[in-house]
């Protein structure tokens, strides 16, 4: 705390006087319709400033004192909406975008309850958001968006607690969607596991998002291939008003941000914008000073230009894409623990980009809207294991893949007196290339498939008995050119949702939902040819997964909430590895390849808990978010026997929170806990025969468990605002605590203690007891 005082001092000394005034912009629009709505009201919370909307929805407030705000915004006839902690800033204050839905009696201008957690007909619980601002200033994140993720409730970290893979309520990692701008995204990570999604960094740039939505179940229709998750990145356009951006350091990376106005008119805001951002790490560099043997490398890239051609058509195009590169070189001194990971790792060169264009069409009588995007994805993945890692020689295993997807989407929206309709289709081309080199299986083959997948979709929804029932329903149904048992009949998947108001002011409500989801397995799966060169996978089924969940939710006024959730998965037609017999559930949480091998889909799994969850949004200088869940899981193996999966540490509790303190600081803290988690021996015969290659005892599973997870970070923000820039410096400390991080036993050869091989060849555990200490870091963000 003394270096950040320290440094504010500095700050103050170096550029004088503070500027203390910011501009506040944004828009205000129909819900429904996405139009303008002219003379809306916005004003800040606990102050006299306002504005009012222009013709085409947009405000602007001058000389706002730069501090934490809630935004509110109301318009007669709709339900008010607050936007809940702004940071107003001298410089690169982000565009405000107001939603308003009607209100139930169109004379009414203020209702009895505003709900500021998003919920819909479609899917009314088992649904998280955060905005920009709560993961930008999230202790242990490193505006990390997809760490942020770990923290919602029912997420389960990672062995180790190192990577971010998506694991919801009890299901594997590969379970879960994203879609960033209704355009899908395959993957969110860099070094991301193929087959699955998870990785250690994640790619997006948290300068772009308004919102992230994390729905754990009751998925609208629209959304194909989740059976856990559908996590939903909302990126706002850039300011329309003046050029700008920011620059960030964090502790593994720098980052730089353009946006502005193109085309811009002198009196009107821009009809075209653009945000463009490239980051690069600094790892590889910090690793080698501190005599780690890992080297990750990586460079990611993102863009978003929005032209409004006119007040009902948008066109968005949108991109993000990565380059990686994980290598090790020796340190100069031996170490057990290096010398084992610098055998063991795998070499990774990996390269990502989506890419895609969208056109929003509004209906000029506000009854709907339509929207179209084209896109395309492509991963390559070389993905290799060495005798001489760091030399690259002497293939042990290797797999030089590639996945490419070419995708287009419609979807309707329409309104027709009480009811909310949508419908819509898909149709992807995928081309999936691999060649793979197994030594120890004595398999080499390659591979090439092209097919198409497609489906479609409709679903409605309406609010019944004066608004106090809302019910939805929709159906959609999948199916591919590939796959011998594939069909639109066969993959039929229903859904279900209703929400009932207890009480006639809607703080009380009952809620539930129903549904069957089916995901395409992965290409890796697909494309595995058997030593005859056979497709042995192609009579395989799609997974699926059958949701029951039922809940209560209570509002305790306008910002915070507690909700209680009964949920339960059904899982059928789940692969199950033929050589190691053991569902595909338990594996896709390391840097691996999933599903390069023979498969069944007989497999069948279940998840069943409750979770419990209250939530404050900034009120009184507070804002959190605690959460707790306890849940079974478990899934069947060749033998029909069922076990407990990988993540089944039946309790996890999470507090994430903030205070604002005066003079422009703030500090937060973030604590995970996780129960005793089941994991996989390592059968030490088949790792001395196969080694560097570590072979685990799948046999085993369930009779040896980890002892509990639980991590704290705290983190302390300080902001200075100047006439032409705004400032933030943070100090975090991950681990403050100093807890033991459990892992698996790891093992290497056995060695003298100058790193000579022993004979006869044996292995030795190795003593990774460094995970008990404090992490400190520091980063800062520069706007201008």
Not at 219 to 228: T, V
Not at 378 to 395: A, C, H, T, V
Not at 637 to 652: A, E, I, K, M
Request: charge should be negative; charged fraction near 20%; include cysteine.
């Amino acid at each position: 705390m003394r270096h950040l005082i320290a440094i504010s001092l500095l700050f103050s000394s170096l550029f004088g006087t503070a500027q203390q005034l910011g501009q506040l912009s944004g828009r205000v629009v129909d819900a429904q319709s996405e139009l303008p709505l002219p003379g809306a009201t916005v004003v800040l919370d606990g102050t006299s400033l306002g504005a009012v909307t222009d013709d085409e929805g947009y405000f602007i407030l001058e000389n706002v004192p730069t501090a934490s705000y809630n935004i509110r915004c109301s318009y007669i006839g709709f339900q008010p909406q607050t936007l809940y902690n702004i940071i107003v800033k001298s410089v690169g204050t982000p565009p405000l975008l107001f939603r308003l839905a009607e209100a139930e009696n169109s004379l009414d201008e203020i209702v009895v309850s505003e709900r500021p957690f998003k919920t819909s007909k479609e899917t009314p619980l088992s649904v998280q958001s955060f905005s920009a601002v709560e993961i930008e200033t999230y202790p242990g994140g490193n505006n990390d968006i997809a760490k942020v993720v770990q923290s919602m409730p029912g997420v389960s970290p990672s062995i180790g607690g190192f990577r971010n893979d998506i694991i919801i309520r009890g299901g594997a990692p590969n379970e879960t969607v994203y879609y960033l701008d209704g355009i899908e995204i395959p993957n969110i990570n860099h070094f991301s596991t193929q087959g699955s999604a998870g990785g250690p960094v994640g790619m997006l740039n948290v300068s772009f998002v308004r919102e992230v939505t994390l729905a754990s179940s009751a998925f609208g229709a629209e959304y194909d291939n989740p059976l856990s998750g559908v996590l939903a990145f909302e990126q706002r356009e850039g300011n329309p008003n003046r050029f700008g951006g920011n620059f960030r350091v964090g502790a593994s990376e720098a980052a730089l941000t353009l946006e502005g106005p193109l085309f811009k008119k002198e009196d009107a805001p821009a009809q075209t914008t653009a945000l463009f951002s490239v980051r690069r790490s600094y790892l590889q560099f910090i690793f080698e000073l501190v005599g780690l043997p890992i080297r990750p490398d990586y460079w990611d890239y993102q863009w978003k230009i929005q032209h409004k051609i006119d007040t009902y058509n948008t066109l968005n195009f949108i991109g993000l894409g990565s380059i990686d590169d994980f290598s090790v070189k020796a340190p100069d001194d031996f170490d057990a623990a290096q010398q084992a990971t610098l055998e063991q790792v795998p070499i990774i060169q990996q390269k990502s980009i989506t890419s895609g264009v969208s056109w929003n069409r509004k209906f000029k009588d506000g009854s709907g809207q339509q929207n179209l995007a084209l896109s395309t994805n492509r991963l390559d993945n070389l993905f290799s294991r060495y005798q001489d890692n760091e030399n690259m020689s002497g293939i042990l295993f290797q797999n030089d893949s590639f996945e490419w997807e070419t995708k287009l989407r419609f979807n309707s929206v329409h309104y027709t007196q009480d009811w909310k309709w949508s419908w819509g289709f898909n149709i992807q081309n995928s081309s999936y290339e691999n060649r793979t080199q197994i030594v120890r299986s004595n398999l080499n083959y390659s591979t090439s498939i092209d097919f198409l997948k497609y489906g479609m979709f409709v679903k409605g929804s309406r609010s019944f008995w004066e608004d106090r029932l809302d019910f939805s329903w929709g159906i959609r149904t999948d199916a591919d050119g590939f796959l011998e048992n594939s069909s639109l009949l066969k993959n039929i998947s229903p859904r279900l949702s209703l929400s009932y108001a207890l009480t006639t002011d809607g703080l009380w409500k009952f809620n539930a939902s129903a549904g069957r989801y089916f995901k395409l397995p992965p290409y890796t799966m697909l494309g595995y040819r058997d030593q005859n060169n056979r497709l042995v996978n192609r009579n395989i089924e799609y997974t699926r997964s059958d949701h029951l969940v039922a809940g209560i939710e209570y509002n305790l006024g306008r910002a915070a909430r507690i909700t209680t959730e009964l949920f339960y998965k059904k899982y059928g037609n789940y692969p199950i590895s033929i050589l190691d017999g053991v569902s595909l559930a338990n594996k896709g949480a390391d840097f691996e390849v999933l599903g390069n091998e023979a498969v069944q889909t007989d497999g069948a799994g279940e998840s069943t808990g409750v979770e419990l969850l209250y939530q404050q949004k900034l009120s009184k200088n507070f804002y959190g978010v605690f959460a707790y869940t306890y849940f079974k899981s478990q899934f069947t193996g060749s033998d029909g026997r069922y076990r407990p999966s990988v993540w089944d540490s039946r309790h996890l509790l999470s507090f994430s929170g903030g205070y604002k303190l005066p003079k422009s600081w703030e500090i937060s803290a973030r604590w995970r806990y996780a129960g005793k988690t089941p994991y996989v021996p390592t059968d030490s015969t088949a790792s001395l025969a196969a080694y560097p290659e570590i072979v685990l005892d799948y046999n085993r599973l369930g009779e040896t468990y980890l002892d509990p997870f639980s991590v704290a970070d705290i983190r302390f923000d300080k902001k200075w605002n100047f006439k032409r820039f705004s400032f933030n410096f943070y100090l975090e400390v991950q681990n403050f605590l100093a807890a033991q991080v459990p892992q698996p036993e790891e093992y290497g050869l056995s060695r003298d203690t100058d790193g000579n091989i022993l004979q006869p060849l044996s292995l030795e555990e190795i003593d990774v007891n460094s995970s008990a200490i404090p992490i400190p870091s520091f980063g800062l963000v520069l706007d201008f």
